[in-house]
């Protein structure tokens, strides 16, 4: 059973296009993490969030903790090719180990 | 640059071959992680080590073998694969596994291939 579930799994758009990607769970986690992975290298870290409710924008990338801290959205506006990558969320739990989501394979078409 | 370095980038290896890889943090972080990422499956956790020491292992076959011999650096040791370990495997780490806010940084990984 997968703890962390990312909807959607592909995702295919046109530049330009606004795009969210979904991030939940039936736990509860004491922060959670975003990574963006491109092919053949390791996941790099976006954000960390917190706090239930939380906000974070990273230039065009919003992300929200939700309020519970059980799920999370990462919203990008006017998507761009260097947008192209896997998105994964992680969540930590305090004295337990990461889990990570199931990912999301985003493509950006120029 | 993550502060976290793996070397090999890529190997081939036969199913004979004895391999190792390497990891090295420069974040002065006391946990360190091994994991898998196979094509179309999510991440998957294999060994962690906390202030040197293994404190999970994560049902995997003994044909890894983990190393810490201090806290910033990590080897896999492997003896006499399968083809289907085919796979990238990446190397992490972490302040603290108990800290709350903890945060993971991924080194960008080495790709095993088994022939």
Not at chain 1, 6 to 34: A, D, H, K, R
Request: net charge neutral; glycine share 8%.
């Amino acid at each position: 059973t997968q703890l962390l579930e990312q909807s959607p799994q592909f995702l295919s758009i046109q530049e330009g296009e606004n795009l969210t990607v979904y991030c939940n769970s039936s736990s509860v986690f004491s922060s959670l993490q975003w990574y963006r992975q491109e092919p053949g290298e390791g996941p790099v870290l976006l954000v960390t969030v917190v706090t239930g409710g939380e906000v974070k924008k990273l230039k065009r990338l919003t992300f929200q903790f939700g309020d519970a801290r059980k799920d999370s959205s990462l919203h990008i506006t006017a998507a761009q090719p260097g947008d192209t990558g896997l998105y994964l969320c992680a969540g930590a739990r305090t004295g337990n180990q990461f889990y990570f989501g199931t990912g999301t394979s985003l493509t950006v078409i120029p | 640059e993550t502060g976290v370095t793996q070397t090999p980038r890529h190997l081939v290896m036969g199913m004979t071959n004895k391999k190792s890889l390497k990891c090295e943090q420069h974040l002065g972080h006391n946990a360190m992680y091994w994991y898998k990422q196979s094509a179309k499956k999510p991440l998957e956790l294999m060994f962690v080590y906390s202030l040197e020491e293994r404190v999970e292992n994560n049902s995997v076959p003994s044909r890894f073998s983990p190393e810490c011999p201090n806290s910033s650096h990590l080897f896999l040791h492997l003896h006499t694969l399968q083809p289907e370990d085919s796979a990238l495997y990446l190397c992490a780490s972490s302040q603290d596994r108990t800290v709350s806010g903890n945060t993971i940084y991924f080194g960008e990984g080495s790709w095993l291939t088994v022939v």
